[in-house]
Structure formats: structure tokens, C-alpha cells
């Protein structure tokens, strides 16, 4: 199951996003109920001959203050996690990312462990670089993605606190 090289047409329709988090909603139900057993796995795209392990984000909105929570690939960088913020090379940069910028202390689920405490902050352009060839490794779409988007696809760093 490829994606396709060239940006299909209709994903910058307003259904996109909304399919998604839907989509999202249900991982998270899953995860959350099998404690990581089902749902921390990412099977989709590159994903399904290279499975992407998922965490779930924690994130408070910046305008709302209502609480969220987003399921996400991961990278392990030492005691960090790295999340890439592609929404699937939509135009937008997520929610999630966005109400991190106003809120970076959060929390994380991982598979079988209890929640983690993180402070989030975006990857500078040189840790950025270093980083990337890593994401695509874990998830070649991640490419896919920065080429499908006029704008940069975010890198953020999850510290523990």
C-alpha cells in the first residue's frame, strides 16, 4: 500500500482533517484500552511493510484549554522522542503542534508504560537535518510528505522532565 509520488488530488479538501481525526479518536480508544497492546503500531503507507511504532500526545489547546490527545509516530533519540509535524503533507501545520508551541510541558503514552512526563520543543534547523534522514528511515512517507507541502514539516524533540 504506497503512497502515491505525486500529491493526490483532494487532500487539501476540508474532509481530509476531518477524516483524520477521526480516524485518530478511534487509535486512541484502542490504544488506551489494550494499554498499547493494539494501536502502537503504525500500519499504514510505508508503514505496512516497515511498521512505525505510535505514542499518544497529550496536548491542551492554546485557544480552548480543552485537552487532547493525538496518536503520533515516533523516533527514540536517547532518553528523547522525536515527532514529525506532517499531517500527511496537508498545508496546515496540526493542532497538536500548534497548542505545543503555547503548552510544551505535556505527557506521553507508550505501549505498556504509564504516561511520561515531556517538554516539547522544535528541532533548530542543524538538529533538524540530522534528524530527518533518521524520520524517513523510520517512515518514508515522511518524504512524500515534505514534498507534497510548500511548507517546512516541523521536527519536535520530547524531553523528560
Do not use: C
Not at 66 to 90: K, M, N, R
Request: aromatic share 8%; glycine share 8%; hydrophobic share 40%.
Amino acid at each position: 500500500m504506497d503512497l502515491p509520488e505525486e500529491k493526490p488530488a483532494g487532500l487539501d479538501s476540508p474532509v481530509v482533517p476531518k477524516v483524520l481525526k477521526r480516524m485518530a479518536k478511534a487509535q486512541v480508544a484502542v490504544f488506551r484500552a489494550t494499554n498499547g497492546r493494539i494501536g502502537s503500531t503504525w500500519r499504514v503507507g510505508a508503514g505496512w511493510r516497515k511498521p512505525v511504532p505510535t505514542l499518544l500526545l497529550k496536548h491542551v489547546g492554546r485557544k480552548s484549554g480543552t485537552v487532547f490527545t493525538t496518536p503520533l509516530l515516533f523516533l527514540e533519540d536517547g532518553p528523547d522522542l522525536v515527532v514529525v509535524a506532517s499531517q500527511g503533507g496537508l498545508p496546515k501545520h496540526p493542532q497538536w503542534y500548534r497548542n505545543l508551541l503555547a503548552h510544551p510541558d505535556t505527557e506521553v503514552a507508550l505501549k505498556g508504560e504509564r504516561v511520561r512526563r515531556v517538554r516539547a520543543r522544535v528541532a533548530g534547523p542543524e538538529e533538524r537535518a540530522a534528524l530527518w534522514p533518521r524520520l524517513v528511515d523510520l517512515y518514508a512517507d515522511f518524504a512524500k510528505y515534505q514534498r507534497w507541502t510548500d511548507r517546512e514539516i516541523p521536527v519536535v524533540v520530547l524531553e523528560p522532565r
